[in-house]
T-cell receptor, first 113, second 111 residues
Framework: EAGVTQSPTHLIKTRGQQATLRCSPISGHTSVYWYQQALGLGLQFLLWYDEGEERNRGNFPPRFSGRQFPNYSSELNVNALELEDSALYLC????????????FGPGTRLTVL | QKEVEQDPGPLSVPEGAIVSLNCTYSNSAFQYFMWYRQYSRKGPELLMYTYSSGNKEDGRFTAQVDKSSKYISLFIRDSQPSDSATYLCAMSAQGAQKLVFGQGTRLTINP
């Protein structure tokens, strides 16, 4: 069974640009979660999508947004990039809506110059 | 004060030693407790999942939860160099959708 996949592996942008990150959940999983892992800050919850709807978001500004597609894959968009947005962005999926057993992908490393 | 506290280490032990990793938390609503292992430049891998208090064993790994003390532990027996990684504790409340993570402990097992 394929795990959670994310693309691209690495992404380099400059300040003010927009970044788009993609995630495909484990087959059969309907919930997708996004986390940011910045150096020294640990993993922080960003967004939760289920059945195509944003269900919850963490303490991040509105320029962090995303969507979930009918096939349950998801996209995270970060607008007006700032230097401090440089981090590893991790996607996780779970079988149950809001289920607690979350399985993570390998992440997308975003570097903002 | 952070909701979940975890000593970032680094922790270095010889091969074969018993490793003890710990987290404390402040939110009494947490019911689900997890340990993830993260190798360098990889995503976190779920190691152990525990609901409420008690112990859970899986091979060389044992997870303990003491809700009265708001304290969770992960023990690794007969540690191997391949266990060298960052270990993250995570927890969530009943019905919550987000996991709250500790900062992670960087562990090195020396051959």
């Amino acid at each position: 069974e394929a795990g959670v996949t994310q693309s691209p592996t690495h992404l380099i942008k400059t300040r003010g640009q927009q970044a788009t990150l993609r995630c495909s959940p484990i087959s059969g999983h309907t919930s997708v979660y996004w986390y940011q892992q910045a150096l020294g800050l640990g993993l922080q919850f960003l967004l939760w999508y289920d059945e195509g709807e944003e269900r919850n978001r963490g303490n991040f500004p509105p320029r962090f947004s995303g969507r979930q597609f009918p096939n349950y894959s998801s996209e995270l968009n970060v607008n007006a990039l700032e230097l401090e947005d440089s981090a590893l962005y991790l996607c996780a999926s779970s079988l149950l809506r809001g289920g607690d057993t979350q399985y993570f992908g390998p992440g997308t490393r975003l570097t903002v110059l | 004060q952070k909701e979940v506290e975890q000593d970032p280490g680094p922790l270095s032990v010889p091969e074969g030693a018993i490793v003890s990793l710990n987290c404390t938390y402040s939110n009494s609503a947490f019911q689900y407790f997890m340990w993830y292992r993260q190798y360098s430049r990889k995503g976190p891998e779920l190691l152990m999942y525990t609901y409420s208090s008690g112990n859970k064993e899986d091979g060389r790994f044992t997870a303990q939860v003491d809700k009265s003390s708001k304290y969770i532990s992960l023990f690794i027996r007969d540690s191997q160099p391949s266990d060298s990684a960052t270990y993250l504790c995570a927890m969530s409340a009943q019905g919550a959708q987000k996991l709250v993570f500790g900062q992670g402990t960087r562990l090195t097992i020396n051959p």
